[in-house]
């Protein structure tokens, strides 16, 4: 089974602690974590790709990444208080 987190856990290297708590008790945090991590595989399939629409996809893919980002970063604070 492929790790959920892993990209996650790269962008946010002193979280991971956190990351794992919440992914063991959120449901919701697990699938933005994943959703995180099929959009940065995404921008790596289709920076390498020659597709006409591949810039398009590129920068579609890195604004759903920093949207995602923006609410894990969001629930790690909300972890805390």
């Known amino acids: 089974m492929k790790d959920k987190a892993y ?7 002193d979280k991971k602690n956190s990351i794992d708590l919440l ?3 959120d449901t919701e945090f697990l699938a933005l974590c994943a959703d ?8 790596r399939y289709w920076a390498e790709s020659k597709e006409p629409e591949a810039k398009t996809r ?3 893919y890195l604004a759903l990444i920093r949207e ?3 609410e894990i970063n969001q629930a790690l604070i909300r972890m805390k208080q």
Not at 36 to 43: G, Q, R
């Open 36 to 43: 995180y991590d099929v959009c940065v595989d995404a921008v």
């Open 58 to 60: 590129v920068n579609e």
């Open 23 to 25: 992914m063991a008790k």
């Open 68 to 70: 995602l980002e923006d």
């Open 7 to 13: 990209h996650i856990r790269d962008r946010f290297p």
